[in-house]
């Protein structure tokens, strides 16, 4: 780990000011906010970011989980992972958000990390890593060690020739199908992104990563209100039943009318994408559809519709299908 300043922000637009001076707020940012630290603090240990100054803000009034007037929840960018999944109106009314965090990191980290460090979680390529491979996320034009390498983990959907690696997220995923909206605070003011448009694939820049400038200060997400009678499920498929990331995860949204046909649903897949990915393609299957286990395998048939498998992880497309057609008929049986 290089040496580097630690400052405290009291106030958003003095964390603002404090980051807009890094050249970029994408990988490789000379100066980076820090809450929980439990990803970025293990990246700068092995020497992949290496940020000169570090903008604590912990102190910012950005904690809370509230309803909103119009019926939608809001969660403050460092509420902790934790606190989010054990909040009553979540676990209630977003259950896939809980079961979401729960199915990731472990309660020492949960209490640690923020929704905020969350959304920007790194990948676990081990190749982006280990700074001894070429690695075109960490350092662009190294080439990408992956393709031809070590991928078993690694992503089939929305990858490109410079880069394969996966978004790791949990809670992304189960955001994906909340259809979350992202508040940023930055030195042109406030904006939000809705969270479909907050990630970008790798393309010919993997080093980018999300829509974020430098300055630009996640302050909170927000959960529309739910559909009357919609149900949720999170199902996580990995090497060992804890502390592991996904091979394969889905995270659906269900309503199904009176005579068991399907009028609200939402489908996310996660540990198989570069982002955490969002199937518009599944959910136009599906929609006015019988809620029956044939239209779930067509509708994951059509969501790995294009998966590009790597040299070793060829076996993820029939997992990730059986994981999302799974997780459909839990939904379904919930509904």
């Given at each position: ?41 293990d990246?700068?240990?092995l ?12 102190g ?10 119009d ?13 989010v ?9 977003y ?5 979401a ?17 969350n ?16 690695c ?11 393709i ?12 490109s ?6 978004n790791?997220?949990d ?18 003011g ?5 969270i479909a448009?907050f990630y ?18 996640v ?11 919609a ?6 498929l990995?090497?060992?039943a804890s502390?592991?990331f ?33 199937s ?5 299957a ?7 286990s044939?239209n779930?395998r ?8 294009g ?29």
């Amino acid at each position: 780990m290089e040496l580097f300043e630690l400052v405290t922000a009291q106030t958003v637009p003095e964390a603002v000011k404090a980051q807009a001076k890094s050249s970029t707020a994408q990988n490789g940012a000379e100066v980076r906010f820090i809450a929980g630290g439990t990803n970025l603090i293990d990246y700068m240990k092995l020497n992949v970011e290496r940020p000169t100054r570090l903008v604590d803000i912990n102190g910012l009034p950005l904690d809370r989980i509230e309803k909103t007037a119009d019926g939608a929840l809001k969660i403050g960018a460092l509420a902790r992972n934790a606190d989010v999944a054990q909040d009553a109106t979540v676990k209630e009314q977003y259950a896939v958000l809980s079961q979401a965090l729960l199915a990731g990191a472990s309660p020492q980290l949960r209490n640690m990390a923020t929704t905020g460090g969350n959304l920007l979680q790194k990948t676990r390529c081990v190749y982006y890593r280990d700074t001894a491979t070429g690695c075109n996320k960490r350092e662009p034009g190294s080439g990408c060690s992956a393709i031809g390498g070590y991928n078993r983990m690694l992503a089939i959907l929305g990858t490109s020739e410079h880069c394969i690696a996966t978004n790791p997220s949990d809670q992304n995923v189960a955001l994906m199908v909340l259809d979350a909206v992202v508040h940023i605070e930055g030195v042109k003011g406030q904006r939000t992104v809705p969270i479909a448009e907050f990630y970008v694939v790798p393309g010919s820049t993997p080093q980018r990563e999300t829509v974020l400038e430098p300055g630009d200060l996640v302050t909170h997400v927000t959960l529309p209100k739910m559909p009357s009678g919609a149900k949720s499920v999170y199902l996580k498929l990995r090497d060992r039943a804890s502390y592991e990331f996904a091979l394969a995860s889905a995270a659906i949204v269900m309503k199904q009318d009176a005579g068991g046909k399907i009028e609200f649903i939402r489908v996310a897949i996660g540990g198989v994408g570069t982002k955490p990915w969002r199937s518009t393609e599944a959910e136009r299957a599906l929609l006015g559809r019988a809620a029956n286990s044939a239209n779930f395998r067509t509708a994951a048939e059509v969501a790995l519709h294009g998966a590009k498998p790597q040299s070793q992880n060829g076996f993820k497309v029939e997992l990730a299908k059986r994981c999302l057609t799974h997780a459909m008929g839990q939904a379904s049986q919930s509904a």
